[in-house]
């Protein structure tokens, strides 16, 4: 059974770091692209970044460039989302999605096929 399960989120203020961690069961993630994405009260889930199965590659949001870091570890089955210098409109929800079909990075939700249950993020100002 395909799951994949968050942890880390929290309450932080403005200027702080956090990270989140994404643990994966059920299926091959060392072959899987990972992705992050996040979702506000009242808006669409947005792409945040996106690692290749081996780490070599990494894409980012043009927002979060600079100050997000988007991690792998093959042999712990865990995808990591290092935050640092945090603001309030980075406030959301934070999902971990797999990508099992293909090793190129993509930006849309519809190309993943696993999710995990999200874990809140909180930036106070």
């Known amino acids: 059974q395909v799951q994949l399960v968050e942890s880390g989120g929290g309450v932080v203020q403005a200027g702080g770091s956090l990270r989140v961690s994404c643990a994966a069961f059920?299926?091959?993630?060392?072959?899987?692209?990972m992705g992050w994405f996040r979702q506000a009260p009242g808006k669409e889930r947005d792409f945040v970044a996106a690692?290749?199965?081996?780490?070599?590659?990494?894409y980012y949001e043009d927002s979060v460039k600079g100050r997000f870091t988007i991690s792998r570890d093959n042999a712990k089955n865990t995808v990591y989302l290092q935050m640092n210098s945090l603001k309030p409109e980075d406030t959301a929800v934070y999902y971990c999605?797999?990508?099992?079909?293909?090793?190129?990075?993509?930006?849309?939700?519809?190309?993943?096929?696993?999710w995990g249950q999200g874990t809140q993020v909180t930036v106070s100002s």
């Open positions: 690692i290749s199965w081996d780490g070599s590659r990494s």
């Open positions: 059920g299926f091959t993630f060392s072959t899987s692209t």
């Open positions: 999605a797999a990508d099992t079909r293909r090793f190129s990075l993509r930006v849309g939700a519809r190309d993943y096929d696993a």
